[in-house]
């Protein structure tokens, strides 16, 4: 079993920056595709990034492509969601989420934090 603890949500102006960590422990993190999901009020979660699992291969959303930034440390088992340019629209609760390597690129995530707040004001 896979623990994931998300912390850094907020509150931030529009323009603003927020880093969002996530901590994992319970299995070999290098042996997981880590990925962060939003959820805003009334509507479906959705997918924002992910990363491999040595950290060379990510991937966006395009609502967010160019100005969020994925990355992950092995060395602390940690991956992390740098969010610059804040938008009102970026409010969501933002999950992360984990997947066992050996899965196809398009199962789905095997584990879930329970999510940070992120509030974006204009």
């Known amino acids: 079993q896979v623990q994931l603890v998300e912390s850094g949500g907020g509150l931030v102006q529009a323009g603003g920056s927020l880093r969002l960590s996530c901590a994992a422990s319970?299995?070999?993190?290098?042996?997981?595709?880590m990925g962060w999901f939003r959820q805003a009020p009334g509507k479906e979660r959705e997918f924002v990034a992910n990363?491999?699992?040595?950290?060379?291969?990510?991937t966006y959303a395009d609502s967010v492509r160019g100005r969020f930034t994925i990355s992950r440390d092995n060395t602390k088992n940690t991956v992390y969601l740098q969010m610059n340019s804040l938008k009102p629209e970026d409010t969501a609760v933002y999950y992360c989420?984990?997947?066992?390597?050996?899965?196809?690129?398009?199962?789905?995530?095997?584990?879930w934090g329970q999510g940070t707040q992120v509030t974006v004001s204009s």
């Open positions: 990363i491999s699992w040595g950290g060379g291969s990510t």
């Open positions: 989420a984990a997947r066992l390597v050996r899965r196809a690129p398009s199962a789905d995530y095997d584990y």
């Open positions: 319970g299995r070999t993190f290098t042996s997981l595709t």
